[in-house]
């Protein structure tokens, strides 16, 4: 049932999914994402990454409209699937949310309230959003405990989180967070807190259920490795900022953006011999540098960099904002 | 780069005062508070230099006037002008308060360390002791050792401070058993830095900064206390100017002379407010994760 | 050969958790193995990544290591000696010779103290250096670490997460250590931050012929790091030898597990290892990692194997190597 | 979970336990002699033997703690010398039903009304609801309670004449006339935890707004009032009955105090009036009494644990 509505919401048209445009936040008037713009196309996956503070996080928040409060202005535009999410209110907002947005985070045994069971979690979706009996709620809930590779899952619905391994908390995230067959999913780090072997099994899980909705996902990771392997498109972000984006294997695989090969040459594989890390750190929330935010710690700044911003430019395909692109 | 970025720190760097006003502009209660709790510790030390009268002196002419040019807050039943009274005041609350908190804190300092730093049985037996302490409440603890030391104000002092020593000591412990587990005082272990050197240079700082934040927060509680036990008729003796005292005296006559429980009360629940205001100050100052709470 | 300094021989530690049962009745007693029959020889000079998911006893592994805790069974020798019976001098030695860099850096220095206090420290304890050559020295560690002078006077909670570790690291090297033990010294930071450690960490090695014992999750910065590997998995040694070779050529099932699940740029991610490490109380017969193994036979669930050397320094601990095998 | 019930029960036997011997040494620290006091001025020397033998004051401290101990437990509390009465007539039959009258409908008002509002506040962060709910709390928590109720008495008492200002009806014997009479003592009383529930949801619920659940629960599409009223409380329930069963003491204490203020005859007004006339068993048993009642509370609150954050459960 789940494939047959994939393959047709895949050929619904060919209006992106998600689309921001010059999209730019404050959190208490200090800029936290700065003219960011990027899209992504329906049925495909996407990673942010960058380093902490770069934003990455918030973009997922934001989208999710978690951000609504608290001395956050938004300006620009975020587009889902068409509609403008800046100016939603909050009862359009809870029309999305759960239904046709879905989110995991990066430790499932924060995000399960440990108070409550995994059935009575499972039940929020199942009989308020989809309106099932209790019945088939209940049936409904095991086969997506199932369908999230967990064994067991009758007595799996009256275990409290805390009675779960990590990897099973993560699992019952996914399982939650896909009940309503959601368009979109956003996947905030979700297997930073999860140990090497636990890692490769959810992000495969993630993979295969979101093609099997025929839905997409937003990935946030700061392994660049790993969202090389899990998405087809990248956005490269640093202090707020995007610094390129595109497909995945001219992001990453012919990098021209300073930021982005400087990442690279962090990253260790097992042959590495050197490490090229760029010098300084991460600017922080209220220092931040005018003009491109990475000058400061860019091998290539000149005064230019740090007097102007540098626009994104480019196709679909490769966009980079730089004004000495190597 | 990161030279014309300290030079451009250095230059914008904002002169001490300009940082005071923007405290003030985002914390005024906090500063009001403040002033006022310094108000009434100066009215304390000064003493009956600054009263327009001897705050024991009965002025026969006048018993019970309602507040007038001579006596700005009104006379008491025995012509005592209150608004002395409630100035005098305000030195035993403070003198109750600080030298008893200064006693628990000290006394709680003593029992909290040997408790956290011993351990096992002697930690087990201490801590039921305390626990048994805490059972009682603060005040009915000082009733207890009221009646056994009696009357005055030396012995609300030491009531009062006996009975906080158990909240201190609790605190203490938890403190010290929280310090030790972290890893900088394995660290100086594993260096061979001797115990006692670590109890000094590691566990006690530690310790010790937040217990003189707790000790400047319960103040208000043993001014209370203390208060409250004179309020009852079993702590300070008359003609002590106490605020307790006052209040229980004028509180007979509260139907045709409210002023006269009305300065003191209001006296000590202005001292009272201010200090909890500052306390909640210096709490948030201290860890601002633990905004209010109890 | 060059002198050995630490030893570990057939080193065994097991907890008995009680309860269980009701009141007054307490169950069956319960034995917890957080290290099962581990042998592992440092020498002077070298370089060894212990590497593991959680849960496979490296921090336990650590802690006797460093005499913290006495092994049940076996015995820990430094210099020829037991650790925890260490006396006088030879004691004050060992404190001297062996620092320690924790993972949590932040929580190992005193936040009460400045910088300099906390450099100064071990230097003053050890009587290294007097006066006014303690600051001096100081400075001269803060330079070599790449610290400003200026750092002096700051308090740990002033500093960046990658500044508190370089003032960590030294604080270790102030009692100028034969050894530095490190536990996840570099994980949760961002990879620039990580790399620029990673660097240090190799520099400070090779110009200081420091031996390095180095816990980390990371099979990528052990490759980068260290000499030696020792793989743990569930309280035991499972294979150890030179890194390089072990990483070309995994002879154990779970080394090459550990492999598959690193990110590598552009690859499909592997197919994961099934299953999540069980727990270690009560483990049933035969090998340890037999239950997740794709290539357990039923010998594998009767016989426990040994770690056994298998030529070129290496040592594996299984009746089917990948080795034999291919 | 037996254990864990058996565990915690001998623990709460031995603090009793500490709390009794506490009390006894205060009675043995008190100055005077007891034999003397009960004598009055004049008596001879057989006399004063004979009652030292009968009171048992002659035996080691040991037995004589044991032996008021088992007196303690049985109902024997001694005789008041004043009224020649048996104490625990006086103290757990008349004065003790009246404080627990006085600190239950305080505590009642208080949760009624505090919660509520701390919700409120919490929900309406930094808003000037929030700010004046914060500025009335803070008030509320530091005012001294005993010159409120003179306050109270002045305003609606004497000014309006709309409550009686003193005395005790048991609302079991006239429930109505009860209440009447228990307003204003009970709203003396509660102001201090109205403003101390208040501060606490408020603090605790912004807490647990923050926590990755409560994202995670909107994530889901739960709506803000399903958020806050089910993830939110459920999480401070279990803070907020901590602090209630440890401020059970200050609730008691603000008794003592109101008590007085009203003429109510509660253990407060007993205590007081028993220091006065230095009736040390009296204190005793009035001490004994207030400590017994705070470890039951929290021997209650500690075994409701379990229950409420299921991490807690004993397995």
Known sequence: MSLQMSSSAVQATSRPLVELEDFSLWRQNR???????????????????????????????????????????????????????????????????????????????????????????????????????????????????ESVGINDAKARLKAYPHELSGGMQQRVMIGIALACEPDLLIADEPTSALDVTIQAQIVRLIQDRVRMQGASCIFVLHDLALASQACERIVVLYAGQVMEAGLAEVVLGRSRHPYTQALKSCVIELDTAALEPPPGAAPSLDRMPSGCRFAPRCPRASERCTAEKPPLQGTEAHQIACWHPG | MSETLLVDKIARRPAWWAGLGSYIRHRPFFILALLVTLAFLAIA???????????????????????????????????????????????????????????????????????????????????????AILALPSLVMAIAFIAILGQGVDKVILAVGLALIGPFARTVRADVLQVRALPFVEAAGLMGIGKLAIVRRHILPNVFFPLVVQATIRISEAILVSSSLSFIGIGIVPPTPDWGLMIAEGRGFVSFAPWMSGVPGAALAILLIALAIVGDGIREQMDPKQRAGH | MTALLFELLDVEKSYELRGG???????????????????????????????????????????????????????ALYGGQDVTQLKGERRAAFQREVAMVYQDARGSLNPRL??????????????????????????????????????????????????????????????????????????????????????????????????????????????????????????????????????????HPYTQALLNAQPRFFAPIAQPLQGEIPSPIDLPPGCRFAGRCPRAVPACREDDPALMPSGQGRAVACIRPLTAAA | MLLFVGRKLAQTIFILLMVSIVSFTLLKLAPGDPVQMALGSEYSQEAYASLTHEMGLDQSLVVQYGHWLWGFITGDWGRSYVGRTPIFQYAFVEALPVTLTLAASALFLAILIGVPLGVLSAARQDTILDAGTAALSLTGTAFPSFYLGILLIWIFGVHFGLFPTMGFVAPWQDFLDGVYHMTLP??????????????????????????????????????????????????????????????????????????????????????????????????????????????????????????????????
């Not at chain 1, 009575?120 to 019945?135: D, M, T």
């Not at chain 3, 909670?157 to 960590?168: E, H, K």
């Not at chain 3, 000499?227 to 002879?251: N, S």
């Open chain 1, 31 to 145: 800029s936290v994402l700065d003219g960011l713009s990027f899209t992504l196309p329906k049925g495909q996956n996407l990673a942010l990454v960058g380093e902490s503070g770069a934003g990455k996080s918030t973009i997922g928040l934001a989208l999710m409209g978690l951000l609504q409060s608290q001395g956050v202005k938004m300006a620009g535009r975020a587009r889902f699937d068409g509609q403008d999410l800046v100016s939603l209110n909050a009862r359009a907002w809870n029309g999305l949310r759960g239904r046709r947005l879905g989110m995991i985070f990066q430790d499932a045994g924060a995000a399960l309230d440990p108070c409550f069971t995994i059935g009575h979690h499972l039940a929020f979706p199942l009989r308020r959003l989809l309106g099932l009996s209790s019945r088939q709620a209940t049936e409904r809930a095991l086969a997506l405990l």
């Open chain 2, 45 to 131: 030390l000064l003493g009956t230099a600054v009263t327009p009268f001897d705050p024991t002196f009965q002025d026969m002419e006048a018993p019970m006037s309602p507040p007038s040019s001579t006596h700005w807050l009104g006379t008491d039943s025995y012509g005592q002008d209150l608004l002395s009274r409630a100035m005098a005041g305000a030195r035993y609350a403070f003198l109750t308060g600080i030298c008893s908190v200064l006693l628990g804190a000290l006394g709680g300092l003593a029992v909290g360390l040997m408790a956290g730093l011993a351990g096992g049985r002697t930690e087990w037996f201490l801590m039921r002791i305390v626990d």
């Open chain 3, 21 to 75: 049962g009701a009141a007054f009745r307490p169950g069956p007693k319960r034995r917890l193995r957080a290290l099962d029959g581990v042998r592992l020889t440092v020498a002077r000079g070298d370089s060894v990544a212990l590497v593991g998911e959680s849960g496979s006893g490296k921090s336990t592994l650590l802690r006797v290591l460093m005499g913290l805790t006495s092994p049940t069974d076996g015995r």
């Open chain 3, 114 to 251: 400045p910088v300099l206090d906390l450099i100064a420290e071990p230097i003053r304890h050890h009587k290294l250096r007097a006066g006014p050559a303690v600051r001096d020295r100081v400075l001269e560690l803060l330079d070599q670490v790449g610290l400003p002078a200026a750092t002096l006077k700051r308090y740990p909670s002033q500093l960046s997460g990658g500044q508190v570790r370089r003032v960590a690291i030294a604080r270790a090297l102030a009692s100028e250590p034969l050894t530095i033990v490190a536990d996840e010294a570099v994980s949760g930071l961002d990879v620039s931050t990580q790399a620029q450690l990673l660097n240090l960490l190799v520099e400070l090695q090779r110009r200081m012929g420091l031996t390095l014992i180095f816990i980390t999750h990371d099979l990528g910065v052990a490759s980068f790091l260290c000499d030696q590997i020792a793989v743990m998995y569930l309280g035991r040694i499972v294979e150890t030898g030179p890194t390089r070779a072990i990483l070309e050529r995994p002879a």
């Open chain 4, 186 to 315: 009970a709203l003396t009383l509660s102001t201090y935890f109205m403003a101390m529930i208040v501060r606490l949801v408020r603090a605790n619920l912004i807490e647990a707004l923050q926590q990755p659940y409560v994202a995670a629960a909107r994530a889901r599409g739960e709506s803000e009032r399903r958020v806050i009223w089910l993830h939110g409380m459920r999480n401070v329930l279990m803070p907020l009955v901590t602090v209630l069963g440890l401020q059970l003491g200050a609730l008691l204490q603000g008794a003592v105090l109101t008590e007085t203020v009203f003429s109510l005859p509660g253990v407060g007004q007993m205590i007081t009036n028993a220091v006065l006339n230095r009736e040390y068993l009296v204190v005793q048993a009035g001490v004994m009494m207030t400590g017994c009642l705070f470890i039951f509370v929290n021997l209650l609150v500690d075994l409701a644990y379990p229950w409420l954050d299921p991490r807690l459960k004993p397995r």
